[in-house]
């Protein structure tokens, strides 16, 4: 079969990647793809933007695909997965309601409230004078999110309150984030070691996928503005035997029965990003697809064919599914360009991508395109995911971190920590 997949991000260059691999699939289309996804073997890009559902619903017609899957939120949050159905179309992910648990902060935090799943202390807010006045109930700092979708960027953190009105200003007058920032979810600041925690799920059963762990902030040492991740790497140490059974029992569990009693039952890539604080996990934020960049070290990991589970899942038979995972770390470090996450130049040659890396490296593509003249070169904030496994996380992160040291463009920078914690344990 011929197997589709929306988006252009090193997400997407993964899931193509790995979904090339199964002995089921002849080709993989991806729309719109990217500079890497247009050189790997067995994928073929084609020029439709993620957002054009109708688009796409063409393509997967014409070229009679037999599986689509969803990378980024925004097409999921407008309801590309209700167009496939509709049409008779396999398609992976959630529909438009049950994607409101990431397209929505508030829908997502009045729905834990509503079911029992432990979380931070909330409010909502539309007035900048109300907002100070939840905020002066709690204890700095304070996380401020903009309610709608901001492209894993619409997080920020509080120490006072001239900070708190000035991002508060800045959000409500759509000045910061547009639309998505017109309603602010205020909560208490959670301590503690966070987790991705992804599950493949059927709308009533879940198939928990390999542990990992995301570093949002852009500096060494988890210090500068957040980002959309700086890097990731699977196993998640933290995330032992006894804390994955808590969060399966309390957080993923009760997020599918509560999806169900709501009348919107999820189907997907359902990802928890946790925090593990001193009384248990604590949901920060739900996502409704695979994580960026966690997709790239987790699918590096896993040895299984992966189409073959997202097909067996939509027709109903997520229990015969055994998952199998390579037992080293796999660690990815982000290359992004000069600026992000603020302003970054665009189109700049990238040099080093021509020797191809050993077997325990991969090169992910995320903001790089090719230009008039068949150069591969910059095309957005985060541009490459530099992928490697190893026997420990400390193994790992050497050899990509050597690998980074190869690549360049002009202004390009990547932390030189990540999986920092679990080294130190």
Known sequence: MKVLVVGGGGREHALAWKAAQSKQVTEVLVAPGNAGTAAEPGLRNVAIDAGDVEGLLTLARDEQVGLTIIGPEAPLAAGIVDRFRAAGLKCFGPDAAAARLESSKAFAKDFMARHGIPTAAYAVVTEVEAGL??????????????????????????????QARATLEDMLSGQ???????????????????????????GNKMLPLASSQDHKRRDNGDLGPNTGGMGAYSPAPCVDDSVHARIVDEVITPTLEGMVADGCPFTGFLYAGV??????????????????????????RLQSDLVEALVQTLDGQIDAIDLAWDPRVALGVVVAAGGYPENYAKGLPISGLEVAPPADIKVFHAGTTLDDRGRTVTSGGRVLCVTALGENVAAAQGLALQWCTRIGFEGAFHRTDIGHRAINR
């Open 133 to 162: 006045e939840q905020i002066q109930a709690m204890q700095f700092p304070v996380v401020l999110k903009a309610d709608g979708l901001a492209a894993g960027k619409g997080v920020v953190i509080v120490d006072n309150l001239d």
């Open 176 to 202: 910061a984030f547009g639309e998505a920032g017109h309603q602010v979810v205020i909560e208490e600041f959670l301590v503690g070691e966070e987790a991705s925690f992804i599950v493949i799920a059927d």
């Open 275 to 300: 925090m593990l604080t001193a009384q248990g996990p604590r949901v920060l934020e739900f996502n409704v697809r695979f994580g960026d960049p966690e997709t790239q070290p987790v699918l590096m």
